[in-house]
């Protein structure tokens, strides 16, 4: 198929399923069809030419502000240039069509954006898609496009790739140049893709690969393609699933998810991380910290102008005593040590991505381990203590194993040492070649449309 006609099959979908989803906040269909057919007249060929993508709407993009999801920047300049990403995709043969939902300066789980509506989930649409790259991950699930990036700080890829049944990758901390995004946590924010199948995931990886002196937390590896060895399977690979934290904080679905994986595998040997509830406090009191400082100008004399819930979690965050920053770090620093260490007896890890599936939009609270917590927050209790040490991950979706919602998926993820992304889709091709994870289009079931 010709790229103009991938194109406009994407813009179609769009067109056509965009006013109940609300992934996108912006569709650049000029330039996409311009793209598209200097893609076709160039000849070319791979297995990225002429795949629509979008993008979460903290990457630049030529010619519009960058709105991390806020009102605040609705007043920047128009970005110059696309990021980097961006331009290593479309110099791969892939079209950008547009920017995509998300929380507001990705600090949330859910994309509840109050300043352009919340995007909802494509296989209920009563329900959350997460967040906070929640636009990237819906898109995906609706079939609008086959490929999104988004960022993950805390879980923001993993957590919506679950809800929504999608693959997303989360890549090593420093893998992949973050010039031309947004910030949230500069020492905590990643880069990756979803896609459709763990082929796509790889082929968009590989893509953007490569070092950039523009992002001076990004380490200046070589390229190491993932695609060649996708097919290797788990022969000579020790694995492992995550105990303690891991299995106390998720539902039955969350856990049936990683067993069925296990078995599917045949892993037996469970794995504990020591001191997972203090490394994901740490995340959240440097996530607090940073992401405040970042914006504390515009706290101080435009604080209406922010959606309240991220308002105020930037407030807490100015607040905190420089000392228990410093505690953090050294937390993290400690754990990140530790798991290491773990990774000397075993090559890959599962773990859940989400201790529930989707919620309802609005949910305030849900069980766990016997204790009622905040809905939001809690959708990430799994993912950060993952990304508070930057290990690559994988998010695979199942589906059929929440009981009372059998239409609803939940991921798992596929973990490895730092680095070793090829591990983490090696173990993910191999249970979607055994038919364990798929990542299907959303039929959008008008029955379970909220009422207007």
């Not at 992949?176 to 995004?181: A, Q, V, Y």
């Amino acid at each position: 198929m010709r790229a103009i006609e991938r194109v406009e099959d994407a813009l179609a979908r769009i067109a056509a399923t965009d006013a109940r989803v609300n992934a996108f906040t912006d569709v650049l269909a000029e330039r996409a069809h311009a793209r598209a057919l200097a893609v076709d007249a160039q000849g070319r060929g791979g297995a990225l030419a002429g795949i629509p993508f979008a993008v979460k709407n903290l990457f630049d993009l030529e010619g519009l502000p960058t709105l991390a999801g806020s009102k605040i920047e609705r007043e920047s300049a128009p970005a110059r240039r696309d990021a980097v990403l961006v331009r290593r995709l479309e110099a791969a043969g892939a079209v950008c069509v547009g920017a995509l939902n998300m929380d507001e300066y990705a600090y949330g789980f859910t994309t509840e954006n109050s300043h352009v509506g919340a995007t909802r989930n494509p296989h209920d649409l009563a329900r959350l898609a997460g967040g906070s790259s929640g636009g990237s991950a819906a898109a995906v699930a609706a079939g609008q496009v086959p490929l999104a990036l988004g960022s993950d700080t805390n879980g923001s890829i993993r957590v919506p790739a679950s809800l929504c049944g999608v693959f997303g990758l989360k890549p090593t901390f420093g893998r992949l140049p973050r010039t031309g995004t947004y910030p949230f946590v500069a020492s905590l924010d990643h880069l990756g893709p979803f896609a459709r199948s763990v082929a796509g995931l790889a082929a968009a990886y590989d893509a953007m690969q490569g070092p950039d002196a523009g992002d001076p937390a990004q380490v200046a590896r070589l390229i190491e393609p993932t695609v060649p060895g996708l097919d290797r399977g788990t022969d000579g690979l020790r694995l492992g699933v995550l105990g303690g934290w891991f299995r106390r904080m998720a539902l039955p679905a969350a856990s049936a998810a990683v067993e069925r994986c296990a078995q599917a595998l045949g892993i037996e040997r469970v794995v504990d991380w020591p001191e997972v509830e203090r490394a994901r406090t740490a995340a959240f009191l440097i996530t607090n910290a940073e992401g405040a400082a970042l914006h504390l100008p515009d706290l101080r004399c435009r604080a209406h102008d922010f959606e309240p819930l991220s308002r105020d979690r930037f407030l807490a965050g100015a607040l905190l005593p420089a000392a228990w920053i410093v505690q953090a770090q050294r937390v993290r620093h400690w754990f990140a040590r530790q798991v290491a260490a773990s990774f000397e007896t075993v090559d890959v890890v599962l773990a859940p991505a989400t201790p529930c599936t989707a919620p309802p939009i609005g949910t305030e609270w849900i069980e766990l381990d016997g204790q009622r917590l905040p809905a939001r927050p809690s959708l990430g209790l799994l993912t950060q203590p993952v990304s508070c040490i930057g290990l690559p991950v994988v998010s695979v979706p199942l589906w059929g194993l929440d009981l009372a919602q059998p239409h609803l998926p939940i991921g798992v993820q596929v973990i490895a040492a730092p680095w070793r992304e090829d591990l983490c889709l090696r173990v993910a091709r191999v249970l979607e070649a055994q038919g364990v994870v798929q990542a299907p289009v959303a039929r959008l079931d008008d029955r379970r449309i909220l009422d207007e």
